[in-house]
């Protein structure tokens, strides 16, 4: 007895040695413990779910990890095997028997010898072989029978007597759990789930699994989350409020949720080179562009998006990298830039998206300036917010069928007479806004009396803001835009069609 106990001892300090606590947590008040087991995957392994006629295919690299929970008894290793329970999310329950009856082999092949790192590595290698699952994983769908909560347990008696014929044999007292069932009846007509677990031989449960801001999207679904926390009965049910998710979505969403949460670690452990400034950086202060790939340090990527959203480009918020038209999502970016600059990106990209729209217009109220959608064929349009009706063509007030506002023609006598009509060329129309401008009032009302007063000002105005787009601006070679310049360097974008050109 003493031997099986010393033998307990080395081994479960051997594995405390070999396996981290996230992998292997010890009971230190008995002879227990269990395992949290990532099963290793095939490259191109996938998890695919048929509900009706909806097929969901989804590649992954991780799955939620077996949990093994066991007890060691008096007498282990010499005459009995480990009680133990085995659990799993995405196991059905004759798949996890068909485990529990392996490991009990395995035991017996040990002829009376520790067996527990065993169990670990035929869990983590081999329960997928054995299963008979190779790339893909068949989740069962919500048109059988809503799975729940199975226990197979042996008897005692029956156990005591087996156990009397063949002393090595040892009790098997498995638990088959699949954590992720809901009950059937209410969980479809009902906004609320239930999530039991249930458990004898153990306090000790799953750890968190946690929905983040970079998780992958379900049609039609929200992010679950699967809390079970140290010490609390886990037979006390664990209530969700406000999911709308069928048993079989819940059990894809926990999948989906924790191959993202792993395939993060792994990114954040690992080393990368900044496609901006070239230096070596862990993952835990890069960001990858979801769409290219592409990888850059943090600092790289917040300085470039800070600058393009101060310089109002929201256009420009795309990938560092050359001829790359990938985008951060917005996630990414409000995370970069801070809660401030973000609105601003949000508002930009919002009224850059409606301004590429063609049938959106907006109120020519200077006080309201709201979005306001076009019907086809009609020429006017209301606002929805100020409830201004106005032409779409000359964005003034709804006039009917009147013509909208013309430019105002000089009368058959201004034509025939030059002098009586403004001047037509740039060196007069120069010499007649200095005049106006800097007349006296007298010689103003003489001007407005000679050209007319309503002439006059359109002529001069239309002649200043010719003047000044001439002067400040230049025309994007693609749309014909008037484009300003305002600093940087010769290679500009349109802000019109978003294309780049060269300055000079």
Not at 197 to 225: F, I, M, W, Y
Request: with cysteine; glycine share 6%; hydrophobic share 30%.
């Amino acid at each position: 007895m003493n031997m099986d106990l010393e033998e307990q001892e080395n081994e479960l300090l051997a594995l405390q040695s070999i396996f981290s606590s996230g992998e292997f947590l010890r009971n230190e008040s008995e002879s227990a413990g269990e395992f949290r087991v990532s099963v290793e995957l095939p490259a191109g392994f996938s998890v695919l779910l048929n509900n009706g006629e909806t097929t969901r295919q989804y590649e992954v690299s991780f799955l939620p990890p077996l949990l093994l929970t066991f007890t060691l008894p008096d007498d282990y290793p010499s005459s009995s095997p480990p009680s133990f329970t085995l659990t799993c999310s995405w196991l059905t329950q004759s798949q996890l028997m068909s485990l529990s009856n392996q490991l009990t082999e395995l035991y017996q092949a040990t002829g009376g010898t520790v067996v527990l790192f065993s169990w670990m590595q035929f869990l983590r290698e081999d329960a997928l072989k054995h299963l008979d699952i190779h790339t893909l994983l068949e989740l069962p769908s919500d048109s059988s029978k809503t799975p729940q909560i199975n226990q197979i347990k042996q008897d005692d008696d029956s156990e005591a007597g087996e156990q009397k014929r063949n002393p090595k044999s040892g009790s098997l007292n498995a638990q088959n759990h699949l954590s992720a069932n809901l009950s059937s009846g209410d969980a479809v007509n009902n906004s609320n789930f239930r999530l039991s677990k249930s458990s004898e031989s153990t306090d000790n449960c799953q750890k968190d699994l946690s929905s983040k801001a970079e998780k992958p999207e379900l049609p039609g679904s929200v992010s679950v989350r699967q809390e079970v926390v140290h010490g609390i009965n886990p037979n006390k049910d664990q209530e969700y409020s406000g999911l709308s998710l069928t048993p079989s979505q819940m059990l894809l969403s926990q999948i989906l949720i924790h191959d993202a949460d792993q395939k993060q670690k792994v990114f954040a452990s690992r080393l990368f080179d900044c496609g901006v400034c070239f230096s070596n950086c862990l993952g835990s202060e890069c960001v990858q562009l979801y769409e290219c790939g592409h990888i850059f340090c943090r600092a790289c990527l917040r300085d470039f998006c800070k600058a393009q959203i101060t310089e109002g480009n929201v256009g420009g918020v795309t990938c560092p990298q050359p001829d790359c038209p990938a985008t951060p999502t917005p996630a990414q970016v409000k995370c970069l830039v801070g809660e401030e600059l973000f609105h601003r990106y949000d508002q930009l990209l919002l009224q850059s998206t409606l301004d590429r729209m063609p049938d959106i217009t907006y109120c020519p109220r200077h006080s309201c300036g709201a979005a306001v959608i076009l019907e086809k064929s009609y020429q006017a349009a209301m606002c929805s917010v100020c409830s201004f009706a106005f032409c779409v063509d000359c964005k003034k007030t709804y006039h009917g069928t009147s013509k909208c506002y013309e430019e105002p023609k000089m009368s058959e006598q201004m034509s025939e007479d030059p002098l009586k009509g403004p001047p037509q060329t740039a060196e007069g129309m120069k010499a007649l806004l200095e005049d106006y401008a800097k007349g006296s009032k007298r010689r103003r009302h003489l001007l407005e009396r000679r050209y007319g007063r309503k002439l006059l000002l359109y002529t001069i105005e239309k002649h200043a803001t010719s003047m000044w787009i001439a002067g400040n601006t230049k025309p994007c070679p693609h749309c014909f835009c008037p484009i300003q310049k305002d600093g940087g360097c010769n290679r500009v974008y349109c802000t019109q069609c978003y294309r780049p050109f060269n300055w000079q």
